[in-house]
C-alpha cells in the first residue's frame, strides 16, 4: 500500500524524509503517464505535484484517500482547490521557497533585454565586430513596473532598488499600509504603470479577471521601446498581440518564461517575433537547485503535519 506519490521531480533528500516515515512513490516520469497515476491512486493520502500534473475532478475521484496535495511550487492553476476544500483536502503550496530565484531571473532578464548585447555569438564567431548596433540602455535610474505586488515581486523590488531603479507597482489587493511599499510607488491604475514602465515584470496569477490582461490595448499603453517580462502565468498574455508590437517595434523586446500553451506549438505566434529581442525559456523561472532543495523541504514538511494531524 503506498501513502504518498510524487508525481514529478523532487529533491532527492526531501523524498528520503518522507520515505522514513512513509511507503512513498517517486517516479518524476508518471506526470507523462495519466493513466498509470490515475491506476495508482486508492489508498494514497498525499499526491507530490509540480505544475505539470492535472490535479482535477477525474484524478480526485480516483483518489478518495487523499487528504493533502504539495504543490512544489506557488501556482495553484493546476490544481482544483475549490474541489479539494469540499473534500476536506489540503492544497499545500510551497510559498515563498522559490521567489529568490524568480527575483533573481526577472533582475537578469531585465538587464540583458536593456542592454541588448548578449545575441552576438553567431556574429562575433562569424568574424563580424558589430559594436554599434549592440549599443544598449542601462537599468539604473530606468523606472521598473510591476503588475501585481506580492512577495516575489517585492523581492524584486528590493534588488532593482539596490541596482538604483525606481520601482513603481500596481496592486489592487495590496494592504496600502503594508511598510513593503516603502520600496515601490503605489500606482492606482495598470494603464499608468505601463505608460511611466522602461521595464514591465508581471506578478498576479492566472485568473478570469488576469487571462490577457497585456492585450493589444495594454501593449499600446506601453512606453515606446520599453520591454516585458512575464514569469507568472502564460495566459496573462495575449501571445499574437506581443508578438505584433515586437514585429512593429513599438516595444524593445520580451521574455517569457511561461506560454498559453507549454511546451509551446511547432507554430506559435511567437516564431514570427524571434529576431526581435524576444528570450523564451521553458518555465524555468523558480527551478534553481537551491529552491528545489526549499520547496522540496517545504513541501515534505508540510506534507508530514497534514499526514501525522490526521493519524
Ligand atoms: O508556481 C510556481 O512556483 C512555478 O510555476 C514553478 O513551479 P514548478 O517548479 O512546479 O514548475
Do not use: K
Amino acid at each position: 500500500m503506498v501513502d504518498v506519490v510524487i508525481s514529478e521531480f523532487m529533491d532527492a533528500a526531501a523524498v528520503e524524509t518522507l520515505t522514513q516515515r512513509y511507503a512513498v512513490h517517486f517516479d518524476a516520469a508518471l506526470v507523462e503517464d495519466r493513466e498509470r497515476l490515475l491506476s495508482m491512486g486508492r489508498g494514497v493520502r498525499a499526491l507530490i505535484v509540480r505544475n505539470r500534473t492535472r490535479v482535477d475532478e477525474a484524478l480526485l475521484a480516483r483518489f478518495p484517500d487523499l487528504e493533502a496535495v504539495g504543490r512544489l511550487g506557488v501556482g495553484l492553476d493546476n490544481i482544483d482547490v475549490a474541489r479539494c476544500q469540499e473534500r476536506g483536502i489540503a492544497v499545500l503550496p510551497a510559498t515563498g521557497g522559490n521567489a529568490s530565484a524568480v527575483a533573481e531571473y526577472v533582475i537578469t532578464g531585465l538587464l540583458m533585454l536593456r542592454r541588448g548585447a548578449y545575441h552576438s555569438t553567431a556574429a562575433v564567431l562569424d568574424g563580424d565586430w558589430p559594436r554599434q548596433a549592440l549599443v544598449g540602455h542601462e537599468s539604473q535610474g530606468c523606472v521598473l513596473g510591476l503588475v501585481g505586488f506580492g512577495g516575489i515581486a517585492r523581492e524584486v523590488a528590493r534588488r532593482a532598488q539596490a541596482l538604483g531603479m525606481s520601482v513603481i507597482a500596481f496592486d489592487p489587493f495590496a494592504d496600502p499600509s503594508d511598510p513593503a511599499w516603502q520600496m515601490a510607488e503605489h500606482i492606482e491604475t495598470i494603464e499608468s504603470l505601463l505608460a511611466r514602465s522602461d521595464g514591465v515584470s508581471l506578478h498576479v496569477p492566472l485568473t478570469e479577471q488576469t487571462r490577457h490582461l497585456i492585450d493589444t490595448e495594454a501593449i499600446a499603453s506601453m512606453r515606446p521601446g520599453s520591454v516585458l517580462i512575464n514569469t507568472a502565468r502564460g495566459g496573462i498574455v495575449d501571445e499574437s498581440a506581443l508578438a505584433d508590437a515586437l514585429c512593429e517595434g513599438r516595444i524593445g523586446g520580451a521574455l517569457l518564461d511561461v506560454f498559453e500553451c507549454e511546451p509551446l506549438p511547432a507554430d506559435s505566434d511567437l516564431t514570427r517575433a524571434s529576431a526581435c529581442n524576444l528570450v523564451l525559456t521553458p518555465h524555468v523561472a523558480g527551478v534553481t537547485h537551491e529552491s528545489n532543495v526549499n520547496i522540496s523541504a517545504m513541501t515534505a514538511r508540510d506534507v508530514s503535519r497534514v499526514l501525522e494531524g490526521n493519524a
